[in-house]
């Protein structure tokens, strides 16, 4: 069984950055695709980005530019990197590997 931990979070202004991360562990044969989804208040969850062992990325298209999503596969860590920043950011965001989630880590992006 795989647990998803992740970090980062709270406050952010407008234009501001902010690094998440997020670690696998547990009973880890090989994670091939990790995630980081999010969920604005009233709105469904979505896809923001994720990467493959392999390194190929996807984003969310109203992210691109603006986040970067980064791999250790050795820990099976995940690392986005998040810039200039929006109000519209503002969510929960959610880890996700093997069928697994996070419990997931709240920024709000506010002056």
């Known amino acids: 069984q795989v647990q998803l931990v992740e970090s980062g979070g709270g406050l952010v202004q407008p234009g501001g950055s902010l690094r998440l991360s997020c670690a696998a562990s547990g009973t880890i044969f090989k994670i091939n695709t990790m995630a980081w989804y999010r969920q604005a208040l009233g709105k469904q969850r979505e896809l923001v980005a994720e990467?493959?062992?392999?390194?190929?990325?996807n984003y969310k298209n109203s992210v691109k530019g603006r986040f970067t999503i980064s791999r250790h596969n050795a820990n099976n860590t995940v690392f986005p990197q998040l810039t200039s920043l929006k109000p519209q950011d503002t969510a929960v965001y959610y880890c996700?590997?093997?069928?697994?989630w996070g419990k997931g880590t709240l920024f709000t992006v506010s002056s």
């Open positions: 996700n590997a093997t069928d697994t």
């Open positions: 990467i493959t062992s392999g390194g190929y990325t």
